[in-house]
């Protein structure tokens, strides 16, 4: 894939969101792109999420919803940067409403994926986002 | 393009008399309203009655919810309200709870007490339509509670009430998830259905595949699924519980999730009247005709909604609305265009109900019981999806039933595969999908449509309701239904707990303070969450 380390990605369902199908679809994909997925499963706190991603050392965080629970996923990005874990990437995906996916990006979350979006989309923002960030720590 | 089935079987260009030639009229179809049924109940069809036209209601507080349930009922939903409990609720847990009062409300009706049913159903008759709860199996028998308390405050005759409120005890599996175990959820939800059946109560209950379904599973697999949940949950209250098939079999009901695939949903339905009624008469030996009538009805697919686009869903929902009528069901609620988006807009319920009606009185498919009876390829599809979903069934039997099969992983890697194909196929493009993977646009020239959120902070205030609330209530007597719920659940497996829950519930303890103390008497954490500790002195 070209970064220098197998990528290692945590995916959660947050909060009292029990839809875990498209948590597992994904897993499914990320791993078959030859990256490491730690799942967490569902009625995952902010807290919880926090304390796995420090645990785990992940490169990037995916946060499946589809709850309208946005607050929670506002939370976590507040944890994160409490534990100065702000360059991790967080990527969500589900059924979040335009207006709202813009809220989350502008603070702070780094991609949000629509249903349906394509595995390919999915796995390319990863990879590329991780060599960036590869880079810019390397320069 | 694939051209099979969604279970894979292919599909020829042309199917003739070849196909069905073992089909025997009497046999195998039977006139409406006879044996075994695959035409239907009724020899009249919808000209006796008409399906139940219905949307989901449940969105913020129950004075909220109660609104949209008033708006629906001016807009034509008279025959039958159906709410959607919230997150909280399907737990549950309190909305005051320090993790639900990020959420309360957000997804559904938060109904955490009698107070908050009694707001919901304010200004709204509790008889002379049906009643429909939906939420998780946990919450079935609270939530039956609130039927019986506001029954006895309003002086209705509990006899007059009917619909369903309480639901089976698998949904933790199928994405309808709560936080409470298989055996407990098992124990609720038995205790709950032989109160029903002992009281005569015209409530059915939930055994559903629609979850099953929208959450990636087939055509065949959903029918074997809820095949096996039938057979095992009626064996159940029959032999442990004592009950007579002929009370059991007016119980359960089904809603069956109809999706784009026109006539495999066509199939499907008819299929399993046959299913069923074959059950009932061979093996559960049914001696009333009745019990050979699975009551079943449709939930068009939320799954097909796509967030591009989504008036497209408009036609994507007119079209599974006709194969819910061509099929013959009791009641429909269709999915919304926004459902891929959010909680229905007044614009999304309205187009879903007047779609509903489009079918009902323009198409003519009201006039017609079964219409696509004999038609060649209907015909080959019913036979074929059955023996696919005989073929499964069989496998989950031979694990030991379906309560074996989940707790050996079958049912779940069924799904997760087929989930998986699912989306494997649309990908490759396989299966299309318009606006999906087929007449794409742009991002940002998609259609702009209305879209129904909470205001951030409309879950707070609710909780700050519930928690000012509870110091109202009369604490000693709460202490002392808690003391009597806790001592029952100590009885044992097969002790009925729907008395004591109906005094709980009748003075304002919560559902989380409810379930909680059954949870202490089963050695659980009161909390199933573990963050908040027992409020009640138990011994």
């Given amino acids: ?139 | 393009m694939k051209r099979e089935t969604d279970y894979g079987h292919p599909i020829k260009p042309v199917y003739t008399p070849k196909d069905i030639e073992n089909l025997e009229y009497e046999r195998d179809l039977g006139d409406p309203g006879s044996y075994p049924y695959t035409r239907g109940y009724h020899p009249e069809g919808y000209r006796g009655r008409v399906w139940t036209r219905r949307m989901t209601a449940g969105l913020g507080s129950s004075r909220q919810t109660n609104e949209v349930l008033k708006r629906y009922r001016d807009m034509g939903q008279k025959g039958g309200m159906l709410v959607i409990c919230d997150r909280t609720n399907a737990m549950p847990i309190d909305p005051d709870h320090p993790i639900g009062r990020r959420e309360v409300g957000l997804l559904g009706w938060p109904g955490a007490s009698l107070l908050e049913f009694e707001e919901l159903m304010d200004e709204i008759p509790l008889t002379g339509q049906s009643i429909t709860l939906l939420g998780s199996c946990a919450m079935s028998a609270v939530r039956l509670a609130y039927i019986v308390a506001l029954a006895e405050k309003r002086g209705v005759d509990l006899s007059e009430v009917h619909g369903s409120v309480t639901e089976y005890p698998f949904c933790n599996n199928f994405g309808q998830t709560d936080a409470q175990p298989l055996d407990l959820n098992l124990k609720l939800w038995l205790d709950s259905s032989e109160y029903i059946i002992r009281n005569k109560i015209r409530m059915r209950s939930g055994i559903l595949s629609q979850h099953f379904q929208e959450s990636g599973g087939n055509n065949a697999q959903a029918l074997a699924v809820e095949m096996a949940m039938l057979r095992e949950l009626c064996s159940l209250l029959v032999h442990e519980r004592g009950l007579d098939f002929d009370d059991v079999a007016l119980l359960p009901y089904e809603l069956v999730s109809i999706g784009s695939r026109f006539f495999e949903e066509i199939a499907k339905i008819r299929a399993l009247r046959r299913m069923w009624a074959k059950m009932a008469r061979e093996e559960f030996k049914a001696k009333k005709d009745k019990s050979c009538h699975l009551l079943i009805a449709v939930h068009t697919s939320g799954r097909t909604m796509t967030y591009q686009q989504p008036l497209n869903n408009i036609a994507r929902s007119a079209i599974q609305t006709l194969a819910g009528a061509v099929a013959g069901c009791t009641a429909i609620d269709n999915a919304c265009l926004d459902n891929a988006h959010a909680e229905p807009s007044p614009l999304a319920a309205r187009m879903s109900l007047n779609t509903q009606h489009i079918v009902s009185d323009e198409t003519g498919v009201t006039d017609v019981v079964d219409p696509l009876a004999g038609s060649y390829f209907v015909e080959y599809l019913t036979n074929k999806v059955e023996e696919e979903a005989y073929k499964i069934w069989s496998k989950i039997e031979e694990l030991g039933g379906m309560i074996a099969a989940i707790e050996k992983g079958y049912i779940q890697e069924m799904l997760t595969e087929s989930a998986q194909k699912k989306h494997r196929e649309v990908e490759r493009g396989e299966r299309l999908i318009v606006g999906v993977n087929e007449l794409v646009i742009p991002p940002e020239e998609d259609f702009q449509i209305p879209i129904q959120e909470l205001k951030s902070g409309d879950s707070e205030g609710i909780a700050q309701r519930m928690e000012e609330w509870k110091k109202t209530r009369d604490l000693p007597l709460i202490e002392a239904k808690m003391a009597q719920l806790y001592s029952d659940a100590k009885k044992g497996e097969s002790y009925n707990l729907m008395p004591s829950i109906v005094d709980a519930v009748k003075a304002y303890a919560t559902a989380a303070e409810i379930i909680g103390v059954i949870r202490k008497a089963r050695g659980l954490s009161y909390d199933p969450l573990e963050t908040i500790e027992c409020p009640f002195a138990l011994k």
């Fill in chain 1, 1 to 139: 894939m070209g970064t220098n380390h197998r990528i290692k990605v945590l995916i959660s369902v947050i909060g009292l969101d029990g839809h875990s199908t498209g948590a597992e679809v994904v897993s499914r994909i990320l791993m078959d792109a030859g990256m490491e997925v730690v799942y967490l499963g569902i009625y995952q706190t902010p807290e919880m999420i926090v304390h796995a991603a420090i645990q785990e050392g992940v490169d990037v965080i995916g946060i499946s919803s589809h709850a309208s629970n946005y607050d929670q996923i506002l939370e976590l990005l507040r944890l994160l940067k409490k534990n100065n874990l702000d360059d991790t990437c967080v990527i969500c995906g589900g059924t979040i409403p335009k207006h709202t996916a813009q809220e989350l990006k502008d603070r702070g979350v780094s991609e949000i994926f629509p249903p349906q979006s394509t595995s390919e989309s999915i796995v390319n923002f990863i990879v590329s986002h991780v060599k960036r960030a590869e880079l810019s720590s390397a320069s």
